[in-house]
């Protein structure tokens, strides 16, 4: 496929607390009425969250972890502050050293020293995983996959402004957006591209929707405002891939300021 305008054509291409970093969403947010829609974390999240005292023994936990069918608790204190991660792995510990040596080598591999230590722990405190990485209900579920993508976690604890325990989000809630309706997807795409600084022609603007892939026909006054309706239109949440036809009236290509 290839855009056309003026006979020349171009390829498309198809914060710190107890050990706890904590991402502060920006502030104010828009209000849900608003487009584009951004889901938060607070309507995705999980507020029914089983948590262990970091002096909890060994066994409590691992019956926590069975009775409750999780793979990882948040491990909290008095104040539900949280504190660490103990999961799964942590306790397998007890059953991965048993296949080492029973004596630890110079050269022993950081794992294998890391797997010794929690080995070793009887309780919640010795045995959880930190820093946590953690959100606030008004982070959005594009900024909590990216901190979960970044720092290779599955659960990220949701906590309150004093950073107490209020729910957990995994990686499954966060995908719930990408299976938004598609007549919602479609309408949200024909707001988004007729915004009046894109300078999009009305009459031809084009919006189909299927499974989450957006087929999307337009024309725009300048080229870089063709750039920027591509730019938003995948940013719309549930978008799964866009197949455009986008042509302009002028060329202004390497004139236009930073998309937004």
């Known amino acids: 496929m290839s855009r056309q305008s003026n006979g020349r054509t171009r390829p498309t291409d198809s914060t710190e607390s107890l050990k706890t970093r904590h991402y502060r969403a920006d502030e104010p947010s828009s209000p849900p009425s608003e487009l584009p829609h951004r889901t938060r974390v607070s309507e995705v999240m999980s507020r029914q969250v089983v948590a262990v005292d970091p002096r909890a023994g ?9 009775e409750h069918h999780h793979d990882m608790l948040p491990v909290v204190d008095r104040e539900r502050h949280v504190m660490g991660m103990v999961c799964a792995s942590d306790l397998l510990t007890k059953l991965a050293v048993q296949a080492l040596p029973a004596r630890a080598m110079l050269w022993e591999s950081r794992n294998a020293r890391t797997i010794r230590r929690k080995a070793a722990g009887v309780e919640a405190g010795e045995l959880m995983s930190t820093p946590v990485v953690t959100v606030g209900e008004r982070t959005t579920v594009e900024q909590a996959a990216l901190l979960a993508l970044r720092h ?7 906590v309150d402004s004093q950073r107490r325990l209020t729910g957990i989000v995994c990686l499954c809630d966060l995908l719930k957006v ?3 309706d598609d007549a919602a997807v479609r309408a949200e795409v024909e707001v988004v591209a007729l915004a009046p600084d894109l ?4 009459s031809t603007l084009r ?8 087929a ?10 063709a750039d920027q309706l591509l730019h938003r239109v995948r940013a719309v949440e549930g978008v799964v891939s866009v197949a455009d036809d986008l042509r302009w009236e002028i060329e202004d290509e390497g004139l236009a300021g930073p998309q937004t």
């Not at 060994?58 to 069975?66: E, G, H, I, K, N």
């Not at 919006?207 to 957006?214: D, T």
């Open 58 to 66: 060994f066994a409590v936990v691992v019956s926590a972890l069975q």
């Open 152 to 158: 290779r976690v599955h659960h990220l604890p949701v």
């Open 178 to 180: 990408l299976r938004r």
């Open 199 to 202: 300078g999009t022609v009305a």
């Open 207 to 214: 919006v189909g929707c299927v499974h989450g892939r957006v």
């Open 216 to 225: 999307l026909e337009a024309r725009t006054v300048h080229h870089h405002q």
